[in-house]
């Protein structure tokens, strides 16, 4: 099987030579990458494991990922992290509620586990399309990121390309996809490999039990977001219970339009799924690359409370009462067998250990029925508990079925080493990334107007320094929030996080994180005694704080930030008796605490009036 994918991959790399310039052809391409730039040139891997075995990951969140090795003392192999194109989630924490993107707690927490990231690109991917530079630029520091981590990572593009809860337009997409194989080709990240992952959600079957056989996008076949043989190192596909979701079409026609291969509508899960998910099988193994079972996960079970939902219909309580047994042999003896029967094709999988509804985005009460009427709840359908350790019956026959030598699931077993192509290619990511060690430059920020801003006076807090990061101001999240998702220009190329205050059509800095910072050169006129006054804002119900400095020394200890409870309501906050000298000053804004949503809040303007 190896050989047959490496002789292939061979092949094109050595007749295809892409400039980027054609590859986003036709989607109005502004990028200034390599113009010349040949993505096949690098030297790619796929980080297959043995032939015969199956890498198998454990996702998809930091915290249920790290419940899993308390309650099993199982290190994984491999785990499933998310992230998003625009650095949300790459270089800190992004709490989310569907999961926390965390990263840098996957490097930190399991340093030798391969990694598979799932990269969102739905904020994203039309700026990457048209070659937008901060766009491109992030992707460019993304890939940068992730091959520092020196480690085989499994990249998974727009996850779910043909999903219609993504609404990825095909050319769009799949120029955006060329632009993220460019910059790895760029950045020669040896360590990433690609994987384009459909979701096959209500696929085609051999048969008509379902009315309507694909739920794509548009109804748009797969091959409408496929970039190419060239940009695609591995394939992907989800599990969960697909046509359980379709079986309302199902229902209309039971009494007459049921094929004798169905006992009954009972038994169109489990059979239905096989068969759903056989094609797909089939469709993808003509492409000749590994498969990635890359979401795997029992929906519609309660693992701990023991019960389990037999429709997609929200509205309905209809829950039935069920043991370990059951759900084995429900959900997880198929979905192993579906595994080991398409083992040569079927490299990795990806398993969801999570309690999906401990998480608000995926809650689902089905028993608060005046809830779910009233979009309380259920907001992203029906997911349940899929926790196995929480069943004492389901977490032995588990690791029974991962024990019997066709898995690499544990730490000690998964090295890197034993993964095709890895050795040579982490002697080549080593010997790009030593450091040399350079002789520190001190460098100063000078004033946004070229002359410090006067006091008394109003500074707006948008016009801090110029200098950039690390020397004018202090930015956590490596992206500008405005810019990428809001469109807001105004030094949009610099990554402190600029917004509007719709009321004054002012532009005021916001998404803040605790720890960072901004610098202002000042000029005060007199010495005396001021009154600082601050325009601030947050949308939660807890604000943060700041404090302010002059020349690194401590002017204002703690300048709190009040709670507005929307980002378009502003508040001005008075602080008296402020001692300020004669002469020209570095005042720093430092973000010391945070509020609601992990952000202290918004600033708009900040004043100092003598008194």
Known sequence: MEERYMKKRTTTSAILGVSLAALLGGCGATSKVEPNLDVTSYKRHQFLPPQGKTLMFIGQDIQTINEFVADTGVQPAAVTAYASADLTGVLNAFPESHGSLDIPAYAEDYPNATLAIGLWLKNTYKKLAEGH????????????????????????????????WNNYHPEEFKAAWKVITAAIAKNDAQNITTVWQ?????????????????????????????????????????????????LSDTAKNAAGGLPSAFGSLSDVDEQGNSLALDN???YLNAKDKPIFVAEA????????????????????????????????????EPFFDFLERHQQSIRAVSYINMHWESFAGWSCDIKNTRAVKLGLTCKDGIWGDARVQVNPYIKQQFFNRLDNGKYIYRQEDGSFDQLSGWTEASVAITAATAVKP?????????????????????????????????????????INHGANEWGIRFRENELVDIGKDPETESFVVGWTAKGEWLNYSVSVAETGTYTANFRLGHGGEKAGS?????????????????????????????????????????????????????TPGNIDWFEFIQQ
Not at 211 to 220: A, I, P, V
Not at 299 to 324: H, M
Not at 563 to 583: C, D, N, R
Request: proline share 5%.
């Open 198 to 246: 459909i979701a096959g959600y209500c696929a085609s079957m051999d048969n008509s039990v379902f009315t309507e056989t694909q739920n794509s996008f548009k109804g748009l076949d797969y091959d409408a977001w496929y970039p190419g043989d060239e940009h695609v190192d591995w394939l992907g596909l989800s599990y969960f219970s697909q046509p359980r979701d379709c």
């Open 280 to 282: 797909i099988i089939a």
């Open 546 to 598: 700041f404090k302010v400095l002059l020349n690194g020394e401590t002017l204002i200890e703690q300048v709190n930030i009040p709670a507005t409870k929307s980002w378009e309501t502003y508040q001005v906050v008075s602080l008296e008796e402020i001692t300020l000298t004669q002469g020209e000053h570095l005042l720093t804004i430092e973000f010391t605490a945070s509020g609601d949503y992990n």
């Open 297 to 332: 996960s029992p929906k519609y079970y309660w693992i701990e409370r023991g019960e389990y939902k037999p429709d997609a219909d929200t509205t309905v309580n209809n829950l039935q009462k069920v043991s370990g047994e059951q759900i084995w042999q429900d959900w997880y």
């Open 438 to 478: 350079e002789i520190a430059k001190v460098v100063k920020s000078s004033p946004f107007h070229d002359k410090p801003a006067a006091i008394p006076g109003r500074i707006q807090a948008q016009e801090y320094d110029k200098g950039g990061e690390g020397v004018a101001y202090k930015d956590s999240s490596g």
């Open 133 to 164: 530079p901060p766009s491109v630029n992030n992707v460019h520091r993304l890939v940068k990121h992730l091959k520092g981590l020196n480690r085989p990572i499994m990249l998974r593009i727009g996850y779910e390309v043909d999903g219609y």
